[in-house]
């Protein structure tokens, strides 16, 4: 059934071009969704542009290896929108359901935020 409610979720493009990079670990896609000027907040840490994000991304997938798909989006104020997401992979207390806050900027990813 989660396959299904995946498939019913009606991602912008470059949301759902996000989690197809990540589930394919294609880091230059991956980094493709960002604006240059984009931010990425996880794990307390800070990521400001292409370049550390391209860092922070390389040095997870050499970390893990996992899948992240989201099960429940929910638009937010102006062009933000909020993720449910289930990650599940190589890394203590998998599966975890972590929520992913995507604000977009002319088509691309302009800040993300990553928390439990």
Request: hydrophobic share 40%; with cysteine.
């Amino acid at each position: 059934m989660p396959q299904e409610e995946q498939m019913a979720l009606d991602l912008p493009d470059v949301i759902d071009r996000y989690f197809r990079a990540i589930n394919d670990r294609d880091l230059d896609a991956f980094v493709a969704c960002f604006a240059d000027t984009a931010s990425v907040a996880d794990e307390d840490r800070l990521y400001d542009g292409r370049a550390s994000i391209r860092s922070w991304r390389q040095k997870t997938m050499d970390a893990y290896s996992y899948t992240a798909e989201p099960v429940r989006l929910t638009p937010q104020a102006g062009d933000s929108y909020l993720a449910l997401t289930r990650v599940s992979g190589d890394f203590p207390g998998s599966p975890i359901e972590l929520r992913y806050r995507f604000t977009l900027r002319d088509g691309l990813i302009g800040a993300l935020d990553i928390r439990p």
